[in-house]
RNA sequence: GCCCCCAUCGUCUAGAGGCCUAGGACGCCACCCUUUCAAGGUGGAGAUCAGGGGUUCGAAUCCCCUUGGGGGCACCA
C-alpha cells in the first residue's frame, strides 16, 4: 500500500460522512460531518453523504429526516447524496443509500467467496454463545473459533440440506496491519487480536457494518475517511477488506471522541446528544458549529467566535487533537450569547419567531408580539438571551393578559408593604399623569426618580416596586423601556392590581 | 481478559528543546458600570505541564517505564 503524499491540489480528495438512521443526529455524528465537511472545503475536494440503514430493524424515515435537517440547520452542504428524508439523492456514484445497493455488497461477497477469501459459516447462534461463554471462563478475549472455516464442500451441502442458512464470514489471516493515521500517526494492530473472522454477510443476505462500508468506500472513491476514534481498532479489517477487494486503502484521521462530564464517549444516558434538542432549546446554528470545530480543533491563535466560512479556511487535521474533548454546555452557552450579540435586529426577531410560537401554544403568553412589538425590544433583549428558548421568561410577561404576581415579591427587602402600597399609589399617580403622549423612557424616568427623592425613598427599592407590579418577576429587562412596551394602559392596569394584591398581603403598621 | 489510543488550570485549549517564573477562553471570585437581570470593562484564584527515569548545556515539548483515563473486541453502526 503506497501512500500518496498529500499535494496541495484537490484533485481527488472525496470525503464523506455515513450516518445510520437509527436515531436522531447525534453530536458526534455532526462534529464528525463537520469535520469532513471542512476538510474537503479547505481543499476544494468534494463531501458526501451516505446513509448507512442495513440495520433494518432500527433504521426509520423518521431518524433520515431528523439527521438530513439537521446537517442542513448547521449549514454543512454536502456534494453528493440524498438532500431530504426519503427524496432522490444526486452524484455519480449513487444511490447514496447502502439497502439500495444490496446487489454490490452480494457481488463482492460472492468475489471474496470465489476467491476463497471469505467463506460460509453455519454456526448456530447457541454455538457462538458457547463459544464466547467458554472463553470468557478462561478469561480471554472472545473470537471466531473458525469451525467453519475448513469445511469441505460436501459438509457445507450436508449442513444446508439440514436447512442452516450460513452467514459469510472474511477470512482474517495472520500478519500485522499498519497504517498512518492522519492525526494519530503510526498505528499497527496484529491481525490476531481482531476477533477472528468475522461476518460480512448474515443469514438473510444483508450486508453488515464493516463490510458495506468498505465496499461503498471504494465504490465512492472515497480518499479520505475521517471518523471518531472508536472506529480506530477497527480500521484494520476495513484495510483487510480492501486489499481483499482489490481496492487502494484511502488515508485514514481519526477524530478524538466528544465526552461527557465524566470522560466516558458522550451518550443520551449521560448527556443530551440530539442536535434536534439543541436547535429547539434555542442554539443558534453559527454557535453550534463554532462550538463543535472547537471541540478537538483549534486555529492556534486565540480567535474562538469564528463564522464557518473563516474555519473552513483555517481548517488543517494537522491541528486536531489526539485526546478526547468534554462537550462542555457552559461554554456552549456562552458562545451562543456572543452569536445571538451579532445577529442583525430583523434576523434575530425572524429567528425568535417560532420560540415565541411555542409560547403561545404553551399558554404562557396569549397573544403572539409582530415585528412592531419586538423591534424596539431588541437592544434590551438581544444581551439577555443566552438561548433562544429564553424569550418567553424574558419577555413573556408583555403578552400576557392577566399577569398573576406574587404580592410578596412586590415589596422590596428593606420596605413593607403599606410603604409599597404607598408607593405605587404615587407612582400611580405620576404615570397617569403623563399621559399617553408622554410615555417614553425619557419622560417617565425623571419624575419617578424625582418622587422617590421627595419621599426619601431609595430609587432602586421604587423601582423594584414597580419591576414587579409591572413584570411579575424581580429580574427583567430595563424597567422604563419595560413600561413602554407594556404601554401606559397596562402599566396602569398592573399597578392598581399591584396596590390592590397588596391590601391583601397583611395588616399594614399604622391604618 | 486481550488489543489499540490518549494524558497542559474543573472544562475547551496555546505550546511542535531555550521566547514558559506555562498564554487565552468558559466557569468561579472580587471590583467598576448600574434601577434589577444581563452585557461590557478591570483584576484575581486556578496546571510542581499525571508520576518516575533517561537524552540534552537546557525539556511541557524527544525516548522508555509506571499510573490513570478512554475506545474496540456482535448475524449494531
Known amino acids: 500500500m503506497t501512500d500518496e503524499p498529500l499535494s496541495g491540489s484537490a484533485a481527488g480528495i472525496r470525503v464523506r460522512i455515513a450516518p445510520s438512521p437509527t436515531g436522531p443526529l447525534h453530536v458526534g455524528t455532526a462534529r464528525t460531518a463537520l469535520f469532513?465537511?471542512?476538510?474537503?472545503?479547505?481543499?476544494g475536494g468534494t463531501f458526501i453523504l451516505r446513509l448507512e440503514d442495513t440495520d433494518v430493524a432500527r433504521s426509520s424515515i423518521a431518524y433520515e429526516k431528523d439527521i438530513l435537517d439537521g446537517l442542513h440547520w448547521l449549514g454543512l452542504s454536502w456534494d453528493e447524496g440524498p438532500d431530504v428524508a426519503g427524496g432522490p439523492d444526486r452524484g455519480p456514484y449513487g444511490p447514496y443509500r447502502q439497502m439500495q445497493r444490496l446487489d454490490?455488497?452480494?457481488?463482492?461477497?460472492?468475489q471474496l467467496l470465489a476467491q476463497d477469501r471469505a467463506y460460509p459459516c453455519f454456526c448456530s447462534p447457541e454455538e457462538l454463545e458457547a463459544d464466547r461463554k467458554a472463553a470468557e471462563a478462561v478469561r480471554e478475549a472472545p473470537r471466531y473459533v473458525g469451525r467453519?472455516?475448513?469445511?469441505?464442500?460436501?459438509?457445507r451441502s450436508a449442513r444446508a440440506a439440514e436447512g442452516r442458512r450460513p452467514?459469510?464470514?472474511f477470512r482474517v489471516g495472520e500478519g500485522i496491519v499498519a497504517f498512518d493515521d492522519l492525526v494519530r500517526g503510526r498505528v499497527e494492530i496484529d491481525t490476531a487480536n481482531l476477533g477472528g473472522d468475522f461476518v460480512i454477510l448474515r443469514a438473510d443476505g444483508t450486508p453488515l457494518y464493516h463490510f458495506t462500508v468498505v465496499?461503498?468506500?471504494?465504490?465512492?472513491?472515497?480518499?479520505?475517511?475521517?471518523?471518531?476514534?472508536?472506529?480506530?481498532?477497527?480500521?484494520?479489517?476495513?484495510i483487510l477488506l480492501f486489499g481483499a477487494l482489490g481496492e487502494p486503502a484511502p488515508r485514514f484521521a481519526h477524530l478524538p471522541l466528544i465526552l461527557n462530564p465524566d470522560r466516558s464517549k458522550m451518550s443520551k444516558r449521560k448527556s443530551q446528544t440530539a442536535v434536534s434538542d439543541y436547535q429547539e432549546q434555542g442554539f443558534v446554528p453559527e454557535a453550534f458549529v463554532n462550538f463543535l470545530a472547537l471541540l478537538g480543533w483549534s486555529p492556534g491563535t486565540e480567535d474562538e467566535i469564528m463564522p464557518l466560512s473563516e474555519i473552513e479556511e483555517r481548517f488543517e487535521l494537522e491541528r486536531v487533537q489526539k485526546g478526547g474533548a468534554v462537550f462542555d454546555r457552559e461554554r456552549l452557552e456562552w458562545?451562543?450569547?456572543q452569536w445571538i450579540r451579532r445577529l442583525e435586529a430583523e434576523e434575530l426577531i425572524e429567528r425568535l419567531r417560532p420560540f415565541l410560537e411555542a409560547e403561545l401554544q404553551a399558554g404562557r403568553i396569549d397573544r403572539m408580539p409582530d415585528d412592531e412589538d419586538l423591534r424596539p425590544l431588541v437592544p434590551v433583549i438581544q444581551e439577555r438571551l443566552p438561548t433562544l428558548g429564553t424569550i418567553g421568561e424574558l419577555i413573556g410577561f408583555l403578552f400576557v393578559d392577566d399577569l398573576a404576581v406574587e404580592p410578596s415579591l412586590l415589596v422590596p427587602k428593606?420596605?413593607?408593604?403599606?410603604?409599597t402600597r404607598e408607593a405605587l399609589t404615587a407612582v400611580r399617580a405620576v404615570v397617569s399623569g403623563l399621559g399617553t403622549v408622554s410615555f417614553e423612557a425619557d419622560e417617565l424616568e425623571p419624575p419617578i426618580r424625582a418622587l422617590a427623592e421627595e419621599r426619601g425613598w431609595k430609587a432602586g427599592d421604587l423601582f423594584m416596586a414597580i419591576r414587579v407590579a409591572a413584570t411579575g418577576r424581580t429580574a427583567a429587562?430595563?424597567?422604563f423601556d419595560t413600561l413602554v412596551a407594556l404601554g401606559p394602559a397596562r402599566t396602569l392596569d398592573r399597578l392598581d392590581a399591584a396596590i390592590a394584591a397588596l391590601a391583601t398581603v397583611g395588616p399594614t403598621p399604622g391604618e
Open 36 to 43: 469532513n465537511y471542512l476538510f474537503a472545503r479547505h481543499l
Open 414 to 419: 428593606r420596605w413593607d408593604a403599606a410603604t
Open 477 to 479: 429587562p430595563p424597567l
Open 104 to 110: 454490490r455488497y452480494r457481488a463482492a461477497a460472492d
Open 167 to 169: 452467514v459469510i464470514r
Open 215 to 238: 465496499v461503498d468506500d471504494a465504490a465512492m472513491r472515497i480518499s479520505h475517511v475521517i471518523r471518531g476514534e472508536d472506529h480506530l481498532s477497527n480500521t484494520p479489517k476495513h
Open 148 to 155: 467453519c472455516a475448513s469445511l469441505g464442500q460436501a459438509e
Open 335 to 337: 458562545m451562543n450569547g
